[in-house]
């Protein structure tokens, strides 16, 4: 972890447009990622809503705070996909093209054919607004260009690439097998319940619930139709949550259902972004728009009571089975690279991200614990408990400058708040203060004749060198910490003054 990656990084491979290749983009609107032909599966982009987020085309998705495997072996649960499937026709093909419009937080692909006339839509999305739901829409068009002749021959299409929907298999996740409800027009739809199979440490296994109603299926296409067919699938911590989803959404019109979650991504935009002009640089307005979007499509719009926020991991939340994209571990790299861009922008996010750290203090302290100090440790890699989860010991024990992340982040975000006291209270952010704090007075080492303090046996940034004496990096960041301490605590002065006053000098 030694260079600043996150979402960020993923853009080389699937969204920056190399010169050779920036033709492409016929329609040079920097918020539409256009493309002839898609690139590997591990590069294809993602869609997300920050409650769940799935990759174009993946056998999986992936939901917010689940999470299978023991201790290091804590990685994303995969839930089965199912708006993963293809679209195929004995048709000749003319030609396709692939759009990620991120301001819509879309992605369509549109196939012309010929042999006879042929046009077939499939457009892809994670619901903004009703953020239980995946949506995927396909649109069949049969009707000849003016002038030209189509035939009276049927012509068949298939779907291909679609589960056993009967009992959903995953690898991390046990279903039970699926089951029939009722809409309130006594129409059907689709649920299966599951558990995943380990939990991260002793105690209940998490619970994940799949609601689908579906209408994809093969179909013949006559000359002049037009044949319109979706899925929606809901995915919540429950059958309750998942039913309330699918239901909210299968009451929409498919038009505004769409809209719904069109203008909800267009108002991230329109509230903080940084506009360039895409005239004066075309590939910067273009990375602009690709990051906010990567970033933005692993945060929910505001705290689930029912799915707390668990943090954002470098691989975004579509990515992170086991032993792959960091496992959708949450790293230094939300508070130090990511958080500052949302912190600015969309300042309500970014409370979110602070709070997935507050939410695991008490882990915080049990790492500290465990390891023979006292006060709060946060773990270099956390999943859902906010245990250590890195499979790499070196890491966990002594690249401790993640509490001084975290600590920073919190600074950040007092700066930006007006009503300090009510922040610090509501989220008690003294308390984290205190402990990081004494973590720090517990970690170091002092010489209190000189009035000094070093802490030695660590690992900064630079993961080729470790169990180094007063990092740079980690010492500044401790004395940071303590300055969060001295300034918003509400602690004694004496016990501040004991505490942190040797680290300002």
Same mark, same amino acid.
């Given at each position: 972890m030694m260079n600043p990656r996150g979402l960020l990084g993923l853009l080389a491979g699937s969204l920056l447009v190399s010169p050779s290749v920036q033709l492409e983009h016929w329609s040079q609107i920097p918020y539409k990622f256009e493309t002839t032909t898609l690139?590997? &599966?591990?590069?294809?982009?993602?869609?997300?809503? *920050?409650?769940?987020?799935?990759?174009?085309?993946?056998a999986n998705v992936f939901m917010n705070g689940l999470y299978n495997g023991v201790g290091p072996a804590s990685s994303r649960a995969r839930i089965p996909s199912l708006v993963a499937f293809q679209v195929r026709t004995t048709a000749v093909l003319v030609n396709e093209t692939f759009t990620l419009d991120v301001r819509r937080g879309t992605f369509k692909e549109v196939r012309t054919y010929s042999q006879p006339h042929l046009?077939?839509?499939r457009e892809i999305y994670a619901h903004r607004e009703i953020d239980r739901v995946l949506v995927a829409h396909v649109t069949i068009s049969r009707k000849a260009p003016s002038g030209q002749v189509d035939t009276d021959t049927p012509v068949e299409v298939w779907i291909d690439g679609l589960p056993d929907t009967s009992l959903l298999l995953s690898t991390d996740v046990t279903f039970q097998p699926t089951t029939i409800g009722y809409l309130l027009?006594?129409?059907?739809?689709?649920?299966?319940?599951?558990?995943?199979?380990?939990?991260?440490?002793? *105690?209940?296994?998490?619970?994940? +619930? $799949?609601?689908?109603k579906s209408t994809i299926q093969n179909v013949t296409v006559n000359r002049g139709d037009v044949i319109t067919m979706s899925s929606i699938i809901s995915i919540g911590v429950d059958s309750k949550d998942a039913i309330m989803g699918?239901? =909210?959404? $299968?009451?929409?019109?498919?038009d505004a259902l769409l809209q719904l979650h069109s203008d909800k991504w267009e108002s991230y935009f329109n509230t903080g972004f940084?506009?360039?002009?895409? &005239?004066?640089?075309?590939?910067? @307005?273009?990375?602009i728009y690709g990051s906010f979007?990567?970033?933005?499509?692993?945060i929910p719009n505001k705290q689930d009571p029912k799915?707390?926020?668990?943090?954002?991991?470098?691989?975004?939340? @579509?990515?992170?089975?086991?032993? =792959?994209?960091?496992?959708?571990?949450?790293?230094?790299?939300?508070?130090?690279?990511?958080?500052?861009?949302?912190?600015?922008?969309?300042?309500? &996010? @970014?409370?979110?991200?602070?709070?997935?750290? =507050?939410?695991?203090? +008490?882990?915080?302290?049990?790492? @500290?614990q465990k390891d023979g100090y006292q006060g709060a440790k946060f773990a270099w890699e956390s999943a859902f408990t906010g245990i250590e989860t890195s499979p790499w010991p070196p890491s966990g024990l002594y690249e401790i400058h993640i509490t001084g992340d975290v600590a920073l982040a919190v600074r950040q975000f007092l700066y930006v708040t007006d009503d300090k006291l009510r922040v610090i209270r509501e989220l008690k952010l003294d308390e984290m203060a205190i402990e990081i704090a004494t973590f720090w007075q517990s970690r170091a080492e002092c010489d209190d004749a000189a009035g000094v303090? *070093?802490?030695?046996? $660590?690992?900064?940034?630079?993961?080729?060198?470790?169990?180094?004496?007063?990092?740079?990096?980690t010492n500044y960041a401790a004395k940071l910490s303590l300055d969060v301490c001295q300034g918003h605590s509400k602690r004694s002065v004496e016990y501040r003054w004991n505490l942190c006053l040797r680290w300002n000098k």
């Open positions: 690139p590997a &599966q591990k590069y294809m982009p993602e869609v997300g809503n *920050g409650h769940i987020a799935t990759m174009v085309n993946g046009v077939i839509e027009n006594y129409d059907t739809y689709s649920i299966a319940t599951g558990q995943t199979n380990l939990p991260e440490v002793p *105690g209940p296994v998490s619970t994940v +619930a $799949v609601a689908w699918l239901f =909210t959404a $299968v009451e929409m019109p498919y940084i506009y360039v002009d895409p &005239q004066q640089n075309f590939q910067l @307005a273009q990375t979007y990567y970033l933005l499509s692993s799915n707390r926020f668990i943090g954002l991991s470098p691989g975004g939340l @579509a990515r992170g089975p086991s032993n =792959t994209d960091y496992s959708g571990h949450v790293f230094w790299d939300q508070d130090t690279w990511m958080y500052p861009a949302i912190l600015n922008f969309h300042p309500e &996010q @970014a409370r979110l991200l602070i709070e997935s750290r =507050t939410g695991t203090l +008490a882990a915080a302290k049990a790492n @500290a303090c *070093g802490i030695f046996d $660590v690992m900064g940034p630079d993961e080729y060198h470790s169990r180094i004496n007063n990092s740079v990096y």
